[in-house]
């Protein structure tokens, strides 16, 4: 059974900075393709960053600039967040998404095998 827990996140004056991470575990042979998603109060999900199988990475163009997507080296299917300049517009609930391997990981929200309970940011101006 795979598990997808996110740790980090919590409550940030505007301009802060938080990080947080994310790791898919249950299966150590497997890897994954891994993406960050959240979902503030009265909108829709929102993809937020994902590094794709060729090492490149992709972000929401509301947050480029501002937030970077890395893996763990130390740790396999890890995932952080570090996000810089923080707004109160980035106030969410952030989830960390998980499928196993097989393609480019270029994945929509409902391609998405596993998911996170996800971890609260907050932003106060």
């Known amino acids: 059974q795979v598990q997808v827990m996110e740790s980090g996140g919590g409550s940030v004056q505007a301009g802060g900075s938080l990080r947080i991470s994310c790791v898919a575990s249950?299966?150590?042979?497997?890897?994954?393709?891994m993406g960050w998603f959240r979902r503030a109060p009265g909108k829709d999900r929102e993809e937020v960053a994902r590094?794709?199988?060729?090492?490149?990475?992709?972000y929401a163009d509301s947050v480029k600039g501002r937030f970077t997507v890395s893996a763990d080296n130390t740790t396999t299917n890890s995932l952080s967040l570090q996000m810089n300049n923080l707004k109160p517009e980035d106030t969410a609930m952030y989830y960390c998404?998980?499928?196993?391997?097989?393609?480019?990981?270029?994945?929509?929200?409902?391609?998405?095998?596993?998911w996170g309970q996800g971890t609260q940011v907050t932003v106060s101006s």
């Open positions: 998404a998980a499928k196993h391997t097989g393609g480019s990981c270029q994945l929509s929200a409902h391609q998405y095998d596993y």
């Open positions: 590094i794709n199988a060729d090492g490149s990475t992709t």
């Open positions: 249950g299966n150590r042979a497997s890897r994954f393709c």
